[in-house]
């Protein structure tokens, strides 16, 4: 047999394959729609059906991972499902959501990256913006920004929820890397913009090649971008989107200081989510201020043997030197262990407040 006889052997059996990938695609498709008809046959009168359950959509994209025997990976594979279910969805009910622009910013790729290229996307100027969307309806859900792992937390999205009655719905983990981008050469560059955290993710490069450029923080990085596009003698640290919506030259690729640089995002909305089996929860607790205050707090998850994922604190607005402790740890309100847990804290707080039970990140 010649190489071109082989060639076209596999072709043909890919040709069939593909045939046969389609029709079950069509078929998942129309038992998500099968779904959809089921929940509102179902529904009490005046009941808004929720179609986007968050914990489903973990257990069935880590049930994917599990499963795959490669050669594509693991994570690969997730994200192709991740699409799938993505336009499934879109059949049942299209999902808006709205997120930090503008566009081209690294919240949007997180966007994306946790509901697929099939949702609808509306991007706000503010964090405090992307709230009131989603409290408003106007959305049906929020993506914002929460810690990075270099510059550490935002503290504009935890400051949110003191006043906001939305709750965590689930997280988005983004590998992040920074581009220098202009409309020229580089050789003259006396500006260059960039949000605060990544001119901070970014400060021993920019030391070392650009020491006597003035660094201007805006909004956001594809600010940044559209900025560089307007002016002259100035560049923008971005993501690669940004360069290529805004027509800008990569000047130097991947300028993060950590390689490893890292930014967790929260998806917000106004419905609560059941276990998925592998979860994680968020509060925020104040205490007055006094001897032994934060060991009341963190007391009742050590003696439960329960794992922090991170705490953050953020001054009250219960009164001056008055503190609020955004605590994350592993497991869900409704397991029977954490439950108990929950209920000393509110006892022993001055003030609590649960913001939301979700799954862990999956991709």
């Known amino acids: 047999m010649t190489e071109a006889q082989e060639l076209e052997q596999l072709r043909q059996s890919i040709d069939s394959i593909d045939r046969q990938i389609q029709e079950l695609i069509n078929q998942r498709a129309r038992c998500a729609q099968q779904v959809a008809e089921v929940k509102e046959r179902y529904a009490a009168p005046g009941e808004q ?3 986007y359950r968050p914990e489903r959509e973990a257990q069935v994209l880590r049930s994917v991972m599990e499963r795959n025997e490669g050669p594509l990976s693991g994570e690969g594979m997730a994200r192709l499902f991740r699409e799938i279910m993505s336009q499934c969805l879109a059949l049942e009910e299209p999902l808006n959501v709205a997120f930090l622009g503008p566009e081209g910013t690294f919240t949007q790729q997180a966007t994306v990256k946790h509901f697929g290229h099939s949702v609808q996307c509306k991007s706000q100027v503010s964090i405090a913006d992307v709230f009131r969307e989603v409290e408003s309806g106007s959305a049906n859900y929020g993506v914002v920004p929460v810690e990075n792992s ?35 050469d580089g050789a003259s560059i006396k500006r260059i913009y960039s949000h605060s955290q990544s001119l901070g993710q970014c400060r021993r490069w920019l030391d070392q090649h650009f020491p006597n450029a003035e660094r201007i923080a805006v909004n956001s990085n594809a600010d940044a971008a559209l900025r560089a596009s307007q002016e002259a003698d100035c560049a923008a640290i971005a993501g690669e989107v940004a360069a290529d919506l805004y027509q800008l030259n990569l000047l130097h690729s991947n300028i993060e200081d950590r390689p490893d640089n890292t930014t967790r995002f ?18 925020m607790v104040s205490s007055r201020n006094q001897p032994g205050a934060l060991y009341q707090v963190l007391a009742p998850f050590h003696e439960a043997g329960i794992s922090l994922t991170r705490i953050e604190t953020r001054p009250a607005r219960s009164g001056t030197w008055n503190y609020a402790f955004f605590i994350d740890f592993e497991g869900h309100c409704e397991d029977p262990d954490i439950n108990p847990v929950l209920e000393r804290l509110q006892q022993l707080a001055s003030d609590y407040k649960w913001l939301g039970s979700y799954p862990k990140a999956v991709l």
Not at 268 to 280: A, E, F, I, M, N
């Open 49 to 51: 059906v929720v179609f």
């Open 150 to 184: 270099t510059e550490g937390v935002v503290t504009h999205t935890l400051d949110s929820f003191f006043d906001s009655n939305l709750h965590v719905c689930g997280e988005v983990t983004l590998r992040i890397h920074h581009h220098l981008m202009s409309q020229g």
């Open 266 to 283: 929260l998806i917000v909305g106004r419905q609560l989510t059941t276990p998925s089996g592998d979860d994680k929860t968020s509060i």
